[in-house]
């Protein structure tokens, strides 16, 4: 089982990116796929899931500001992050399950 997160990059505070989850081995279908960070020095949170049924909840930090999604056929996930805070600065992690990804880092600059 994998799962790479990717998408990660340097962006200017108010821009956006798109992170990207790709996995292989392991059914999602019936799994929900979440997203953590960890900002350095702290400790990792959740961010935003998406169940199979493609229902959304998101940490109050990041609500209105990021959308996650998924495809099920591809087998990946996104979460998309618009008006991005220096705080949002953290290496970001997709979960499903006990599988976790490498994570990609985002460095959100003021």
């Known amino acids: 089982v994998q799962l790479q997160a990717s998408g990660g990059g340097l962006v200017q505070a108010g821009g956006s990116l798109t992170l990207s989850c790709a996995t292989s081995?392991?059914?999602?279908?019936?799994?929900?796929m979440h997203w953590y960070r960890q900002p350095p020095g702290k400790q990792r949170e959740l961010v935003a899931t998406v169940t199979s049924d493609g229902d959304t909840t998101y940490s109050d930090s990041v609500k209105g500001r990021f959308t996650v999604s998924r495809d099920n056929d591809k087998k990946t996930g996104r979460l998309r992050m618009d008006s991005l805070k220096p705080e949002d600065t953290a290496r970001y992690y997709c979960?499903?399950?006990?599988?976790w990804g490498n994570g990609t880092l985002v460095t959100v600059s003021s």
């Open positions: 081995g392991i059914h999602i279908g019936f799994a929900s």
């Open positions: 979960n499903i399950a006990r599988f």
